[in-house]
């Protein structure tokens, strides 16, 4: 069964930034698509971005230029560097794996593990 270790969220004010670290172990043949997604109190759950396993990047609209993913294969992490951080991007953070060679996703229900999550907190 595959693993997400999460880690990076804490506490930033407007204009800082923060970067998120996920890591798979546990059986993945390394063929994943990793992705990011956040959930505001009282909001859905939003599709932030992706990468497969061979660097193709997707993204919502509304990160690029703030938000950033990238990978290490050789260490199975995928990391989310976010920039210019502002208090509406406070939520829970996730990410996530879908198993399905180079699949690149934005819903939810098309990745099979997720991480814990980490609170991410932007101060005005």
């Known amino acids: 069964q595959v693993q997400l270790v999460e880690s990076g969220g804490g506490l930033v004010q407007a204009g800082g930034s923060l970067r998120l670290s996920c890591t798979a172990s546990g059986g993945t043949s390394g063929l994943y698509t990793m992705g990011w997604f956040r959930q505001a109190p009282g909001k859905e759950r939003e599709f932030l971005c992706c990468?497969?396993?061979?660097?193709?990047?997707t993204q919502a609209d509304f990160v690029k230029g703030r938000f950033t993913i990238s990978r290490e294969n050789a260490k199975n992490t995928a990391y989310l560097q976010m920039n210019s951080l502002k208090p509406d991007d406070t939520a829970v953070y996730y990410c996530?794996?879908?198993?399905?060679?180079?699949?690149?996703?934005?819903?939810?229900?098309?990745?099979?593990?997720w991480g814990q999550g980490t609170q991410v907190t932007v101060s005005s």
């Open positions: 990468i497969t396993w061979n660097g193709h990047v």
């Open positions: 996530a794996l879908d198993r399905s060679v180079g699949a690149s996703d934005s819903s939810s229900n098309a990745y099979d593990f």
